[in-house]
């Protein structure tokens, strides 16, 4: 009995944990982190996700969010990591992300978004 309680309380605090650390849990010195202007993955983000891009031509991308800078890449950083890792961007029906450039986004937003 009291063992199923303190089960129950270590998986209810490791979720927490999961919750702040966001979902994937990267070792940073684990994994290749790819400077921004080297990064081939955003090539599948600013078709839509440009600051040169305004109105239909940006296919309902929210017009704060661009990744063709890096600076503007660093402030939604946190988003786009949770956005490609749970795969909801690029969204169905655009050219996906290979599992190298999920890692690009994953690793560089995870690990100190290096310029
Ligand atoms: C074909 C156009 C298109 C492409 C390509 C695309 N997006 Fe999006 N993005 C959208 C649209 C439309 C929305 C708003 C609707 C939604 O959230 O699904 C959006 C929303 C977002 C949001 C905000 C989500 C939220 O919950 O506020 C982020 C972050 C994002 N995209 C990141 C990315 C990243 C990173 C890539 C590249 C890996 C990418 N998108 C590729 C069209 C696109």
Not at 94 to 113: G, H, R, V
Request: overall charge negative; glycine content about 6%; aromatic content about 6%.
């Amino acid at each position: 009995m009291h063992t199923a309680v303190r089960t129950l309380v270590l998986l209810s605090l490791s979720h927490l944990l999961f919750a702040c650390s966001g979902a994937t849990n990267v070792d940073c010195k684990q994994v290749t982190v790819p400077k921004y202007a080297a990064m081939t993955a955003w090539a599948r983000c600013t078709n839509c996700h440009s600051s040169s891009l305004s109105g239909g031509s940006r296919a309902g991308a929210p017009s704060g969010i661009n990744y063709d800078s890096y600076d503007a890449a660093v402030a939604d950083a946190d988003i786009a990591l949770s956005q490609v890792d749970s795969g909801s961007m690029p969204p169905s029906g655009s050219p996906k992300l290979s599992a190298a450039e999920k890692d690009q986004i994953i690793n560089w937003a995870s690990c100190d978004t290096p310029q």
